[in-house]
């Protein structure tokens, strides 16, 4: 009875009856495999040296980035993590148009925080520009599509306003403060009180240095009232003051519970190698596309630094 039952199996489940399965009918539900057989496999010569099975191109990679300071200037160049987004060759398309558009406007280095005063086309009037400045509270979209938001306050009002900075409408770009915040991203300040993102349009430019470190303002800013925007006292903020203006002593213990559960804390993460693994770029592709624009930005634009010219008397 036991040849019969097992001369009807698929062969794909004969190696398991080789290794001494006497319940074939048990192992086809469950979809095991016996311990032997994964042992001879780590065993087995193919795992013997894996020096040799290793593409060159994975071998003394440098698992830190290249060049850590120029990605975080220029996030741009660096493809969206998600395969799903990732077209190789129009992700290369898109870096010779940014090359282009580099050799013809001057785009200095900023970051989220940083004061920026931006120039752009009017197109409802041919021949006139608009200029807007604003602390940058986003920056998003990798390629030529990276875009910047900047806040202000007009006449009482918050106003953003969206640039995408490799667009042929944008003529210059200017940094007026050039600084670093605790946070990557400013969306608080739209639940914050005017003051602390209000700048006059008529600021006038710090000097900046060659070869000056960036500063990191280490300003803390106070929240409004509820409600926000946001659940803001879920998020690990570095910029914030601790919100003092709760209610009563349940509504604050209640906060406090929520922002410590578990669903919200996600402290599993920390350990998911696959979900890291999707949010990075791979180290060859990193290495390679800093490569490519090392060498395409000897020929771009860029501002020249105040103190190293020096007028002739």
């Known amino acids: 009875m036991q040849s019969t039952k097992i001369s009807k199996l698929t062969p794909a489940l004969l190696p398991l009856i080789s290794d001494g399965c006497l319940c074939?009918?048990?192992?086809?539900?469950?979809?095991?495999?016996?311990?032997?057989?994964?042992?001879?496999?780590?065993?087995?010569?193919?795992?013997?040296?894996?020096?040799?099975?290793v593409p060159e191109t994975l071998q003394n990679v440098d698992k830190r980035p290249p060049n850590a300071k120029f990605l975080e200037q220029n996030p741009e160049f660096l493809p969206r993590p998600d395969w799903?987004?990732?077209?190789?060759?129009?992700?290369?398309?898109?870096?010779?148009?940014?090359?282009?558009?580099?050799?013809?406007?001057?785009?200095?280095?900023?970051?989220?925080?940083?004061?920026?005063?931006?120039?752009?086309?009017?197109?409802?009037?041919?021949?006139?520009?608009?200029?807007?400045l604003g602390i940058c509270i986003h920056r998003d979209d990798p390629g030529l599509?990276?875009?910047?938001?900047?806040?202000?306050?007009?006449?009482?009002?918050?106003?953003e306003v969206m640039y995408e900075i490799y667009s042929p409408v944008i003529q210059k770009i200017e940094v007026i403060r050039l600084e670093k915040r605790l946070d990557k991203e400013l969306f608080y300040l739209r639940d914050c009180p005017h003051e602390f993102s209000y700048f006059p349009q008529d600021m006038e430019p710090a000097i900046i240095h060659k070869g000056m470190d960036v500063p990191v303002n280490q300003l803390k800013v106070k929240l409004n009232m509820r409600p926000w925007s946001q659940r803001w006292e879920r998020h690990e903020l570095q910029?914030?003051?601790p919100?003092?203006?709760?209610?009563?002593?349940?509504?604050?213990?209640?906060?406090?519970?929520?922002?410590?559960?578990?669903?919200?804390?996600?402290?599993?993460?920390?350990?998911?190698?696959?979900?890291?693994?999707?949010?990075?770029?791979?180290?060859?592709?990193?290495?390679?596309?800093?490569?490519?624009?090392?060498e395409n930005s000897k020929d771009w634009k860029v501002k020249t630094d105040p103190s190293d010219t020096k007028e002739d008397k």
């Open 243 to 294: 919100f003092t203006g709760w209610k009563d002593k349940k509504q604050k213990d209640k906060i406090e519970r929520l922002k410590n559960h578990p669903q919200v804390q996600k402290p599993w993460e920390k350990h998911d190698i696959m979900k890291h693994y999707r949010e990075s770029i791979n180290p060859v592709d990193t290495k390679s596309i800093y490569a490519e624009v090392e």
């Open 145 to 159: 599509h990276h875009k910047i938001i900047l806040r202000n306050i007009i006449d009482g009002q918050g106003i």
């Open 24 to 53: 074939p009918r048990r192992c086809y539900q469950s979809h095991r495999i016996r311990s032997q057989t994964l042992e001879r496999h780590r065993t087995s010569p193919l795992n013997a040296d894996k020096e040799k099975y």
């Open 239 to 241: 910029g914030v003051e």
């Open 84 to 132: 799903a987004y990732r077209d190789r060759l129009c992700e290369m398309l898109e870096r010779r148009d940014m090359y282009s558009r580099r050799r013809n406007i001057i785009i200095p280095e900023f970051y989220v925080g940083s004061v920026l005063a931006v120039t752009v086309a009017d197109k409802n009037e041919p021949g006139k520009s608009s200029r807007f």
